[in-house]
């Protein structure tokens, strides 16, 4: 009898009055309203399966660190990146500081006419210009030499080298200046040490980048006075950029130079000048032809805009 009893009853481990307090599918109770993390009694609901599961919790349960202000808004968006404008002088000076730190190069002093590394030469150094002008110039198959950059302070030299191995043309000093020379396994072991190390040869690999698109852009839509005009504003931004007079240029190459650059000949290089100087646009200094004033550098730009527009109306009625 006792056997056939104990068989009908259900199998547990608690007493048989403990069975009769445990509530069949209750959940649990929030804690007392008097409790100092009381949660309110809206809220002392069975959570959704989502929201257990991102708790932490079992379904059905509130899980027990769950308070109204951990619960963050259904709603809510990622605010945007704030991008604040930065001054390219004072950025320029914190590159130059942060090389000088890292890197501690060595600093040598140029002349014009001196040459820091010619086309074909093998590539191991890698330069960053602290005072003076440079031009890069390219050589045909058959001899022709073309300028195909201009460097100023504050840029770098020698990474077009990287590619190959050996640089594509040559760096040619056009005043006395003043270069950093930094070997480029120096570099990279400053890179892979220092993050604000890459980022510093980072921005200036894609400032070079900017730089020979802007001047790509200008030779292919300009017609040859509003190239002349963009060159002058070009090299004024580049000054003030640096900290330098932009209202005052000394060209430190010649008309030929400049030609050869911009892709005319030197007679229509020297007449784009002077029709520029008869329009007020630049007046030319006492010294010479190569210092050039620019009384309001805003209505020459807005000469060259003129003349990029007039170019495209010509193009499209063609």
Same mark, same amino acid.
């Given at each position: 009898?006792?056997?056939?009893?104990?068989?009908?009853?259900?199998?547990? !481990?608690?007493?048989?009055?403990?069975?009769?307090?445990?509530?069949?599918?209750?959940?649990?109770?929030?804690?007392?309203?008097?409790?100092?993390?009381? #949660?309110?009694?809206?809220?002392?609901?069975? /959570?959704?399966?989502?929201? *257990?599961? /991102?708790?932490?919790?079992?379904?059905?349960?509130?899980?027990?660190?769950?308070?109204? %202000?951990?619960?963050?808004?259904?709603?809510?968006?990622?605010?945007?990146?704030?991008?604040?404008?930065?001054?390219?002088?004072?950025?320029?000076?914190?590159?130059?500081?942060?090389?000088? !730190?890292?890197?501690?190069?060595?600093?040598? #002093?140029?002349?014009?006419?001196?040459?820091? =590394?010619?086309?074909?030469?093998? =590539?191991?150094?890698?330069?960053?210009?602290?005072?003076?002008? @440079?031009?890069? #110039? %390219?050589? %045909?198959?058959?001899?022709?030499?073309?300028?195909?950059?201009?460097? =100023?302070?504050?840029?770098?030299?020698? @990474?077009?080298?990287?590619?190959?191995?050996?640089?594509?043309?040559?760096?040619?000093?056009?005043? *006395?200046?003043?270069?950093?020379?930094?070997?480029?396994? +120096?570099?990279?072991?400053?890179?892979?040490?220092?993050?604000?190390?890459?980022?510093?040869?980072?921005?200036?690999?894609?400032?070079?980048? +900017?730089? &020979?698109?802007?001047?790509?852009?200008?030779?292919? +839509?300009?017609?040859?006075?509003?190239?002349?005009? &963009? @060159?002058?504003?070009?090299?004024?931004?580049?000054?003030?950029?640096?900290?330098?007079?932009?209202?005052?240029?000394?060209?430190?190459? *010649?008309?030929?130079?400049?030609?050869? @650059?911009?892709?005319?000949?030197?007679? *229509?290089?020297?007449?784009?000048?002077?029709? /520029?100087?008869?329009?007020?646009?630049? #007046? =030319?200094? &006492?010294?010479?032809?190569?210092?050039?004033?620019?009384?309001?550098?805003?209505?020459? &730009?807005?000469?060259?805009?003129?003349?990029?527009?007039?170019?495209?109306?010509?193009?499209?009625?063609?």
């Amino acid at each position: 009898m006792h056997s056939a009893i104990a068989l009908a009853s259900p199998p547990s !481990d608690l007493p048989r009055d403990r069975l009769r307090d445990v509530p069949a599918s209750r959940p649990r109770q929030a804690p007392a309203a008097n409790s100092a993390n009381a #949660v309110p009694r809206d809220l002392a609901k069975p /959570l959704p399966l989502a929201d *257990t599961i /991102l708790a932490g919790a079992t379904p059905g349960l509130i899980a027990p660190d769950l308070r109204p %202000s951990a619960r963050p808004p259904l709603h809510l968006s990622v605010a945007e990146p704030q991008v604040f404008p930065r001054d390219p002088q004072q950025r320029m000076l914190e590159v130059m500081r942060t090389i000088r !730190d890292i890197i501690q190069p060595a600093a040598k #002093v140029v002349r014009a006419g001196d040459m820091l =590394f010619r086309a074909a030469q093998p =590539f191991n150094t890698v330069y960053l210009i602290n005072a003076g002008a @440079f031009k890069l #110039v %390219s050589r %045909s198959l058959d001899g022709r030499e073309q300028i195909v950059s201009l460097k =100023f302070r504050g840029d770098w030299l020698g @990474f077009s080298g990287i590619a190959q191995g050996r640089h594509p043309c040559d760096a040619v000093a056009m005043d *006395t200046g003043n270069i950093s020379i930094i070997p480029y396994d +120096t570099l990279l072991q400053a890179c892979a040490r220092y993050p604000e190390m890459m980022a510093v040869v980072h921005e200036g690999m894609s400032a070079e980048i +900017t730089h &020979e698109r802007q001047s790509l852009m200008s030779v292919c +839509t300009l017609a040859s006075l509003a190239r002349v005009a &963009e @060159f002058l504003c070009a090299w004024a931004r580049s000054m003030h950029q640096r900290g330098l007079r932009a209202d005052e240029l000394t060209l430190r190459m *010649t008309r030929a130079d400049l030609g050869n @650059f911009l892709g005319m000949t030197l007679e *229509t290089v020297s007449r784009c000048l002077s029709k /520029l100087n008869r329009e007020g646009l630049i #007046v =030319f200094g &006492e010294r010479g032809r190569r210092q050039i004033s620019i009384p309001n550098r805003e209505r020459l &730009e807005q000469f060259v805009i003129g003349g990029s527009m007039s170019r495209g109306k010509l193009a499209a009625a063609a």
